[in-house]
């Protein structure tokens, strides 16, 4: 069959990355040929700004150089403007009389700077701030003359400012309007962000309109008049009054163009041949110029024309981030408010921090953040999820940020540190690192940074601050995704709910099912997406999904914890924390016997056995086993440890026997498989010597009975569990306790600790299926006792199954 | 898998290939060449690389197989199976071993 043509005019971002996703998802479907203006290959235009204040090269800002274009096979004819598009003989021509045929033709044309009508416009001297020639001639201009004027105070205007003020020009910013970045900011962050800038040295004529631009004798402008009269010198002036969408070319073909080519969902003009995507573009109304609504609109665009037919675009919320080194400003949605919204303000004028956040009854509208913006992404992401926060209404003014206690130092704001501190303490990459990465690879998301740099790739705590980074670098290009359509990995584009839901409603009953199924992208799915279906198969179809091994991580593989040197740690199960002198003598002498160089004892009251090699491990176990002993489960996302204190068998403060209602609950949840690991402690009175308070399920003993807390977390960041109910006898805490649990082995999604969860469906949803509705509560338990059922020990299991035991076994040459 | 036409007394029978489950691995040990692990993909093929992720050593026979990839225990470095190459951005190697499947029989080049 002929390949069909597609040809694409303009060779910007949103257009080449519509080609990119095209290419990957039909790459042969297409013969595509790329007309660009400009003589340069596809470069990333929000980094003009730090090539302007010399920070960076254009070299550094190319995204796709042209040896992409020809890796791709793209004909690509850069520095011809397409003039003409002929739509009954489908073929464009540009300027030089160049002509391609098209099947699909895609404008990306971008937009052009409007130009006020001022007299004097067109002098030498005078540019806008848009591409790569308008940044030359600014860097140009900045070593050979002394003062500069920018007219208008917006985000590029602001920056362009910022730029020639670094290479040492005399900056002054006109604007029509009584604050800067009115469009983004309120009138008090706008006053604090003026005086920040004039500390480093910029000026600013407020509430001005030009009047003329004036020549000099050499016929290069000279100075700006304003309509009061007033007149200041002017060797550069750059106009930043805003973008228009160039639609020249569209309208002049005859195809409809309002404030904007206007498309439909799926980016298709009037013209079904004719798709546009980009700042040219008008979706809804609406003409984005951020970049992120930009990818998501060439996702969808590349989607149609791969003939998938399934993405719809549907508008964008988006945000603002002014990138001036030094500065945090953040801004989302509506900020001004209006009828029917509430503020909620935080204004501290001597550390230069103002929050405003705007609410709709129980939901956020808009945000506006000055000098600490470490909580933009988590309002942005609420505002997107329409999350409501009824709940944490209180102390939602201090922030979230989804920042750990530990590992950087403290420290919570991104802009105040140094290049060379250390951002992720895991990896130890400090933040000049992931600044240089996110500049010179392009990068966008907080994925691509994580795959670059590592960092807080492995514990996550510091997310919030290479969130914050990455916002600050980038701009409003970076935008959080939904957390409710975030798709599970790269394997597929549905979210852990859509698979979750697709497992229950289909019965599905294995991962390599699901692969098949679900329309997966790889034939065996990868290590992130395997683990999340094999869970969710059989917590969905307990006793009748198959549970695949080699969709486990090799710690429930192999029933212990594999450490640094490729050995494993061992440790057997105590219920309740408690053990006999038999037990005890089983364990040494397996250490001797194994040879076990460390012995250990754990923060959940049992005993690991460390550097095991994988050989021995069969023998151990059974060792064990003749001792009575199980597995501890210290490997698994599965139930780990039920820790206590002596309780009112022993201790004069005790008020219930919490050593016993501890072996009680661990016995019942014995083997369970859950979303993430699961701990649990039992006190026997309030001074909680077991510190119930940090578990995913928390029992405090009182005299009249029991205080059941739950998502409580000790680790990355401490949470502190919430009050769930208050109940009398041990079968109660059996039963509420089991059917929290099992709500969250249902609905969590896979690596979600019980705190994730709680947090997201929130605890008066947890309240209602548990304590209110005795109905579901008893089924709820029902369904975690039935799943339980008949679990065998592992590790007699394995020691005793010859194809389990295999994989203990070397083969040699 | 390699076709060579090297002398047949190079190659070096290690197991049949239903011994290694599929999407898994075995460990093969080596006088000459240490732990050797020997990977068994979702279509069949077998591949055989030194048991040693070239970022911290992490044993790759206890990862998991997708695709021409396995995924190293440890931090989670993608390996291919075919030459050893981690997977962009990351950057090392670890040493691959030609390796075939006959009769189902699985035979390493050492």
Known sequence: MRKLKLVMVGNGMAGVRTLEELRKIAPDMYDITVFGAEPHPNYNRILLSPVLAGEMTIQDIILNDLQWYADNEITLHLGKKITQINRTQRKVVAEDGTEAEYDRLLLATGSNPFMPPIPGKDLPGVISYRDIKDTDEMIDAAARYKHAVVIGAGLLGLEAANGLALRGMDVTVVHIADWIMERQLDRTSGKMLESALAKKGMKFALNKQTAELVAGESGRVCAVRFKDGETIPADLVCIAAGIRPNVELAEKAGIHCDRGIVVNDTLQTYDPRV???????????????????????????????????????????????????????????????????????????????????????????????????????????????????????????FGNSHLGDAGHKGANSAAAMPDEAEVCGCNGVCKGTIVKAIKEHGLFSLEDVRKHTKASSSCGSCTGLVEQILASTVGGAYTPADSSSKAICGCTDLSHGDVRKAIRDQKILSAQEAIATLGWKTPNGCATCRPALNYYCLSTWPHEALDDPQSRFINERAHANIQKDGTYSVVPRMWGGLTTPDELRAIADAAEKYKVPTVKVTGGQRIDLLGVKKEDLPGMWSDFAKAGMVSGHAYGKSLRTVKTCVGAEHCRFGTQRSMDMGVKLEKMLFGMWSPHKVKLAVSGCPRNCAEAGIKDVGVIGVDSGYEIYVAGNGGIKTEVAEFLCKVKSDEEVMEYSGAFIQLYREEAYYLDRTCHYVQRVGLDYIKEKVVNDEANRKALYERLLFALQGYKDPWIEHAETPVLRRQFENLSV | MTTTLEADVDWKRVCTVDEIPILGSRVVNSPAHGAIAVFRNGDGEVFALRD???????????????GKTVTCPLHSWKIQLEDGQAVAPDVGCTKHFPCKVEDGAVFLQL
């Open chain 1, 275 to 397: 798709y546009a995507v980009g700042e040219c573009a008008n979706h809804r109304g609406t003409a984005y110029g951020l970049v992120a609504p930009l990818f998501e609109q060439a996702k969808v665009c590349a989607n149609h024309l791969a003939m998938f037919g399934i993405g719809r675009y549907q508008g964008s919320v988006t945000s603002t981030k002014l990138k001036v080194t030094g500065i945090d400003v953040f801004s989302c949605g509506n900020f001004s408010g209006g009828e029917g919204t509430e503020d909620i303000v935080l204004h501290d004028p001597g550390a230069g921090i103002y929050k405003r956040v705007v609410l709709k009854g129980d939901k956020i509208e808009g945000a506006v953040l000055y000098g600490d913006t470490k909580d933009g992404s988590w309002y942005f992401q609420m505002l997107k999820d329409g999350q409501d926060i009824r709940e944490i209404r209180d102390h939602l003014l």
């Open chain 2, 52 to 66: 040693r992720c070239p970022h911290k050593a992490g044993p790759l026979s206890q990862g998991i197989v997708h």
